[in-house]
């Protein structure tokens, strides 16, 4: 006799140990979820936009965000939360551009989770209208199921990994506000089709917007800094609105 549906037994079933390991996911996430609102109503209380850069290992995250970074200095209030297993490398090249930043180590953990994000944030003395851009642990899966609190979660995607990916990784690609194919430098040398990937995106998200660049050559940044003004004067019509 199956104990969850009662039947006679006759189809697969789930070991009692799996059993238990999804309840104690579902509750993990649950509990996540809690800590994620709590980061939201107190970004959204000081107007603090918070974005979410998730990518493969080495897909370019920090390099991006050290470009970003430099080319507005002076135009926007930012800090930088660094999710990685290991190491305070990433936090320091932050730094290293005159940036705040927090480095979280995960350990054993392959993503960042919104208790951790939560405890990073109040270490930034940030002003109103302040830029948080959270860098996750590289890793196309498990971050896509943790909510931190973020306004916008960008996913990255270099040209060395393969224009496939937002199929083999949906869960990532499905909720992404906006698709970023980076070091398109090195085209000329790969396989990569950027009109495939661009429709593989959006056959997850019809709605998505992809914008291909190079934090090295300098290449398609125009488009990523015009979102980001486009964010920052949507948030001045709410707050006029308010
Ligand atoms: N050619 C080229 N190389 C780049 C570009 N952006 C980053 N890289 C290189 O790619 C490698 C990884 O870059 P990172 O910025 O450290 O990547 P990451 O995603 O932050 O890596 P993790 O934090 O380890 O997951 C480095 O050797 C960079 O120099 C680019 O636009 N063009
Ligand atoms: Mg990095």
Redesign the pocket.
């Given at each position: 006799m199956c104990e969850s549906c009662g039947c006679s037994g006759e189809h697969p079933h789930l070991h009692q140990s799996t059993l238990r390991r999804l309840q104690v996911e579902e509750n993990l996430l649950a509990v996540n979820d809690r800590y994620a609102q709590a980061n939201r109503k107190w970004l959204a209380e000081r107007g603090i936009q918070m974005i979410n850069f998730m990518?493969?290992?080495?897909?370019?995250?920090?390099?991006?965000?050290?470009k970003t970074l430099t080319d507005l200095a002076g135009q926007l209030s930012c800090a930088v939360i660094?999710g990685?297993q290991q190491t305070s490398l990433?936090a320091e090249?932050i730094r290293a551009c005159g940036i705040p930043a927090v480095q979280v180590n995960t350990g054993k953990s392959c993503h960042l989770d919104a208790h951790q994000v939560g405890h990073a944030l109040v270490e930034f003395d940030l002003p109103t209208g302040a830029w948080v851009f959270i860098?996750n642990?590289?890793n196309l899966v498990c971050p896509a199921g943790f909510d931190l609190g973020e306004s916008k979660r960008v996913v990255?995607l270099?040209v060395t990994e393969g224009d496939d990916k937002p199929l083999k990784y949906p869960y990532m690609f499905h909720r992404a506000d906006l698709v970023l194919v980076?070091?398109?430098?090195?085209l000329p040398y790969v396989d990569f089709d950027l009109e495939r990937c661009t429709e593989h995106a959006r056959r997850l998200r019809p709605e998505v917007e992809v914008f291909a660049?190079?934090?090295?050559?300098g290449e398609g940044m125009a488009a990523w800094y015009a979102w980001l003004r486009a964010l920052a004067l949507q948030d001045l019509k709410s707050v006029s609105t308010a």
């Open positions: 990518a493969s290992p080495g897909a370019g995250k920090t390099s991006l965000l050290v660094e990685d990433d090249r860098e642990v590289g990255l270099s980076t070091k398109i430098d090195l660049l190079s934090a090295k050559s």
